[in-house]
Structures are given as structure tokens and as C-alpha cells.
């Protein structure tokens, strides 16, 4: 696995650009909730500009971070967050104060999953809900992919490593797996799930599990399992990929 000093790239938690072009991403300011403000509180403190709680809420202390950040990438200074600075984050190197360990190699690599096609066989479905759901409680860690706290992306390719099935890194990389279903009716438990909440495509990611469920780190609470009739996902349902085969 490369150095995750690059992680930033493409992860749920990226602020991605897609063909050299940029999306709208969402502009934030202070008084600003939600998932959008803990992606940014996440990036600028793995960029290494302190703040003391990443609440999801947009407050003085988020404001004074984004405006030494601007500060320090020559953007005009005004402590409200629009593409220029949503793009110079992206490019933002890790400093990780807080002393997150880079994973080590894994003990053993196996050849990348193919896109396009089913790589789950049916047999190891059990195996992997078992090893997903072992992790409950597990923190959100922004660039995270291991038991000391995962991202979305970190969190599967953790998950499905172990099962001996190496899958990529990155939220939008791995919606390239599988096949498309049509309706969240034709997902079986194993397959994987897509959102798009801040940015257009996929930027969030999760396990199937069954009867309406799926289980995936939250940037708010860590590992758990959710619904997809929840009031928060539903309208940010981006698809489902069958990769059970």
C-alpha cells in the first residue's frame, strides 16, 4: 500500500476533482452543520491546523482554522470555505499531529479485484459481514485504515483484506467494482453501497447487510450500522454494486 500521505486523494472524505474538472462544492461558513463541515474539520486537522472538537458545527474555532489555512495557501482570507479552498485541501500534505501510525505492509498482498464483475464469492459472504460488524464502535479517523480508526473507503478495503480480496483504496475507485443494481431490491447482503453527500459521485461507502441495512464508518460515530431509509441517506443514495458472485 502506498503511503497514505496521498490518501486524501479520492477518499470519502476527498474533495475530489473528476476530469480536470471542478464540481461545486459546498460552500461553508460559520453556522454551517452537518456532514460537509466534519469532512472539512477532518481535512484541516490531518493538514495540521488545530481544532479542538470536530463537531460537525462551523464556529470560530473551524472559521480561524480555515482562515490560516487560506492564509497559508495564498487564498483570500475570509474564513468561509468555497472551491478554491475545497481544492487547495485536496492537494493540502499530511501532517497528522495527532500521531496517527501509516499501517504497516500486509502480511501477505493478493492481486486486485477485477472491475466490472461479482469478486465476492457467495461462501465468504458470512466471513465478511463477521469481520465488518467486529469492528462496530471503531472511531472515524480521516485517512484511517486500520483498527485504530478507518474512513469509509479505509474501513472495506480493511474489511475485505482479511477475507484475502484486495479491493482499492478509494470511495470512487471502488464504485468501479461490481455490477450496477437497479433497485436497492436487488442488493444481497455483501454487496456494496454508495452516497453522494458533499460532492457529485461517490464520496461515501458501506456493506450491505440485509433487510433495508448497512454497516459503514460514519464520520460522526465510527463504525455502526445504519438504514437506507434514513432520513439522511436515502436522498443521498447514489447506487448499489453486486459483487457477490
Not at 460559520?30 to 481544532?51: C, D, F, P, W
Not at 487564498?75 to 495527532?98: D, Q, S
Request: with cysteine; net charge positive; glycine share 10%.
Amino acid at each position: 500500500m502506498k503511503h497514505l500521505s496521498r490518501l486524501l486523494i479520492g477518499t470519502c472524505i476527498t474533495v475530489a476533482l473528476a476530469a480536470g474538472t471542478a464540481y461545486a462544492s459546498p460552500t461553508l461558513r460559520e453556522g454551517s452543520r452537518g456532514h460537509e463541515v466534519l469532512v472539512l474539520q477532518h481535512a484541516l486537522q490531518n493538514a495540521g491546523y488545530k481544532i479542538k472538537n470536530a463537531d460537525g458545527i462551523y464556529g470560530k474555532d473551524t472559521e480561524r482554522a480555515v482562515a490560516e489555512f487560506q492564509r497559508d495557501n495564498k487564498i483570500k482570507i475570509t474564513g468561509v470555505v468555497n472551491n478554491a479552498t475545497w481544492r487547495a485541501l485536496k492537494n493540502a500534505p499530511e501532517k497528522r499531529p495527532w500521531g496517527i501510525d501509516v499501517p504497516p505492509p500486509a502480511e501477505k498482498t493478493f492481486p486486485p479485484a477485477p472491475n466490472g464483475i461479482p469478486i465476492l464469492p457467495a461462501s465468504k459472504v458470512s466471513d465478511v459481514i463477521k469481520t465488518a460488524k467486529s469492528y462496530m464502535g471503531t472511531p472515524y479517523v480521516f485517512g484511517g485504515a486500520t483498527p485504530k480508526g478507518f474512513d469509509c473507503s479505509g474501513y472495506l478495503q480493511y474489511v475485505f483484506q482479511r477475507q484475502g480480496i484486495s479491493i482499492p483504496r478509494t470511495a470512487d475507485e471502488q464504485y468501479k467494482l461490481g455490477l450496477r443494481t437497479k433497485s436497492t431490491k436487488e442488493l444481497v447482503p455483501g454487496d456494496l453501497v454508495f452516497f453522494e453527500t458533499y460532492e457529485k459521485g461517490a464520496s461515501h461507502c458501506g456493506i450491505y447487510l440485509g433487510k433495508g441495512e448497512f454497516i459503514h464508518a460514519s464520520t460522526s460515530k465510527g463504525v455502526r450500522i445504519d438504514e437506507l431509509s434514513n432520513s439522511y441517506w436515502n436522498p443521498r443514495f447514489l447506487g448499489g454494486k453486486h459483487i457477490v458472485k
